[in-house]
């Protein structure tokens, strides 16, 4: 059986999804912003705090993942991407005018507020944010959202993150489909947020980096937020309208006219 063919806007559409998912790594564009290499900032981090900002990491995409839907309406209706943005600054400037002491407290705060811009995007898209496959694929954008260097297939492309995490991602869908948002007898959705929160750990520690760079302070903490909702927002967007037209033609056919981008360019 044939798979079927996207129309010309809809392959529009995927072109566009496929370069918002290859936007240079968020790595470059604090480099660009702070206007100073991110090593600097990292000398400031202390390596006691480098450990922890991976169980701040988990803890916060847990909190994000049981919180972040009770806040939007769950009828379809456009995306408010500046809403989210200002939040998003506001937040980023508190958190860095106290230093890393500040970030304890702003990290689960702004993962709260990306998560709820994900699913902002997501309900644009036509997803029932209150679908546990939903929620879980507004989890996956944070790990879709950056590269480590310990995990290969994070630096293996768009569709080799989703295959790595598609089978943990099954299991934790039923998980909270049968008993909700409960990380308890849920091995599966601890993993899961455990694999995700190793990638986001990276980003988290840049963004800390980056805030310690002498001389920076609060403006570039709302200035770091506004990138960082900036690049998880362009991820969401491409993502969710992977998953729209996947919905349409089916992930078989979406995945082969991704490739066939991939040929041309």
Known sequence: MSTPSLSPADLDDLARARTLLDRP???????SLVGSPLEKGMAYLPASWRDRVGAIAHDALLKALETAARTLQPEARDASPRLHKLLGSVSGGAGGAFGLAGLA??????TVLIMRAIL??????????????????????FALGGN???????????????????????????HLAEKGLTSEGAPALVRLITMVAARYKVQLTQKAA???VPGI???????????FMNHFQDVSRGHFTVRR????????????????LDARS
Do not use: F, K
Not at 122 to 130: H, L, N, P, V, W
Not at 150 to 163: K, L, N, P, Q, T
């Open 105 to 110: 407290v702003e990290i689960p705060l702004s």
């Open 25 to 31: 790594s968020l790595t470059a564009r604090l480099s």
């Open 120 to 141: 902002d995007i997501a309900r644009a898209e036509g997803e029932d944010i209150g679908n546990a496959r939903a929620r879980l694929a507004a989890l996956e954008v």
């Open 217 to 227: 302070g609060a403006a570039a903490g709302a200035g770091i937020n506004l990138m």
């Open 245 to 260: 037209l996947e919905r349409r033609y089916g992930a078989e056919a979406v995945q082969a006219a991704w490739q066939a």
């Open 148 to 174: 480590s260097r310990s995990d290969d297939a994070a630096e293996s492309g768009y569709y080799a993150v989703r295959a790595a995490l598609a089978t943990t991602v099954g299991e934790a869908a039923r």
């Open 210 to 212: 980056g805030m310690l």
